[in-house]
């Protein structure tokens, strides 16, 4: 199979696992404040807010590539797919998504498996497939190894079930 078909079978896995709705619940925990070091939340919040993930343009994921981490819980599970997607096609934006997953000291790794947690398994699934993917593109030793330690984890966060969500 060639890159480009199954980079199309990856855009199709992640598009049929999440639902495209608009979403208007909080984006960051920081949407409402006005201060300079937010200014990042609040591009977010208006790029995101009230748009299903399907009509937020790649150029808004790019200059947001690390931009996952700052999702709340809710957000991130309508929104995941728009990184996921902008990064089957682009190589920056993919390496970062990769990252926003490797477990690594100062980061909040309890938010995140909370984040993984509000997953269904079939959207669990689709990122698993798409760090699986990054794993074959990256040439690097250390990217290579990061992208390893984000499937590790990924696939070790335990599943809430449905009534826990």
């Not at 937010?38 to 807010?49: N, P, T, V």
């Not at 990217?143 to 079930?161: F, N």
Request: proline letters at 5%.
């Amino acid at each position: 199979m060639t890159r480009r078909e199954t980079e199309d079978q990856l855009l199709t896995l992640i598009r049929e696992s999440f639902p495209d709705i608009a979403y208007s619940g909080p984006i960051t925990p920081a949407d409402q404040r006005t201060e300079e070091e937010f200014d990042e939340c609040r591009e977010l919040y208006g790029a995101l807010h009230g748009r299903p993930w399907s009509e937020i343009p790649t150029s808004v994921i790019r200059r947001n590539d690390y931009g996952l981490t700052l999702l709340t819980e809710h957000a991130f599970a309508s929104y995941l797919p728009a990184w996921l997607t902008a990064g089957v096609l682009d190589q920056q934006i993919g390496e970062a998504v990769v990252y926003s997953f490797v477990p690594d000291v100062g980061r909040h790794v309890q938010s995140m498996d909370t984040r993984l947690q509000r997953l269904s398994h079939v959207q669990r699934a689709a990122l698993l497939a798409f760090i699986e993917h990054r794993i074959q593109l990256e040439h690097s030793r250390t990217g290579k190894k990061d992208t390893e330690e984000a499937l590790k984890y990924v696939s070790a966060v335990p599943q809430k079930s449905l009534g826990e969500r």
